[in-house]
T-cell receptor, first 116, second 121 residues
Framework: AQSVTQLGSHVSVSEGALVLLRCNYS??????LFWYVQYPNQGLQLLLK??????LVKGINGFEAEFKKSETSFHLTKPSAHMSDAAEYFC??????????????FGQGTTLQVKP | DARVTQTPRHKVTEMGQEVTMRCQPI?????VFWYRQTMMQGLELLAY????????DSGMPKDRFSAEMPDATLATLKIQPSEPRDSAVYFC???????????????????FGDGTRLSIL
């Protein structure tokens, strides 16, 4: 079974400050991991994905995430927040290889607020 | 950029009415997913199809919900009769999934439509 826990349903940072959104996963098989962003009244957009290549993954809009197997974590970071980063962020996990169904298991989401 | 297209974007109707939501997946994607998003439950997977065949609809209330793929360019989600508790945003997503053999499977990430915001009065 797979699951995702996002620590903190709301995170508030000042513009220019470091963004850190936490995600821990549980998976009985090697996982694929994803971060998606959702802006108001829109669908989810892929920020980045981990597919067992490099453990540090760079995504769009200056975001990156590091896969740490020992900590079962895949935290999302950005060195300097911009007002346009205010949105809801979702971490997701899926299986791969023989466990690959394409299904994503999503966390509950973290709302990022960026203060001027 | 190729996009997943959902119609209608908004739907308001009275309880008891039939609701049909449509989705045009990205050309070449073999897997279509239906999700429901609410404040209380977050994102829930309702059903998904591969090569137009239903693979899993265990997330869907069977008595009133139905999902179909009449052809490769159209997926539908119907609610009949609708109830106020069905009010939510419904998302369709599509992706290219290559089920693995011997660990060789790989996927393209899911692409989401902008959703149908459904209000049942």
């Amino acid at each position: 079974a797979q699951s995702v826990t996002q620590l903190g349903s709301h995170v508030s940072v000042s513009e220019g400050a470091l963004v850190l959104l936490r995600c821990n996963y549980s998976s009985s098989v090697p996982p694929y991991l994803f971060w998606y962003v959702q802006y108001p009244n829109q669908g989810l957009q892929l920020l980045l994905k981990y597919t067992s290549a490099a453990t540090l993954v760079k995504g769009i809009n200056g975001f990156e995430a590091e896969f740490k197997k020992s900590e079962t974590s895949f935290h999302l970071t950005k060195p300097s927040a911009h007002m346009s980063d205010a949105a809801e962020y979702f971490c997701a996990v899926s299986g791969h290889g023989s466990s690959n169904t394409g299904k994503l298991i999503f966390g509950q989401g973290t709302t990022l607020q960026v203060k001027p | 950029d190729a996009r997943v297209t959902q119609t209608p974007r908004h739907k308001v109707t009275e309880m008891g009415q039939e609701v049909t939501m449509r989705c045009q997946p990205i050309l070449g994607h073999n897997t279509v997913f239906w999700y429901r998003q609410t404040m209380m439950q977050g994102l829930e997977l309702l059903a998904y199809f591969r090569n137009r065949a239903p693979l899993d609809d265990s997330g869907m209330p069977k008595d009133r919900f139905s999902a179909e793929m009449p052809d490769a360019t159209l997926a539908t989600l119907k609610i009949q009769p609708s109830e106020p508790r069905d009010s939510a945003v419904y998302f369709c997503a599509s992706g290219l999934v290559r089920p693995g053999t011997g660990g060789a499977g790989s996927n393209q990430p899911q692409h989401f439509g902008d959703g149908t915001r459904l209000s049942i009065l």
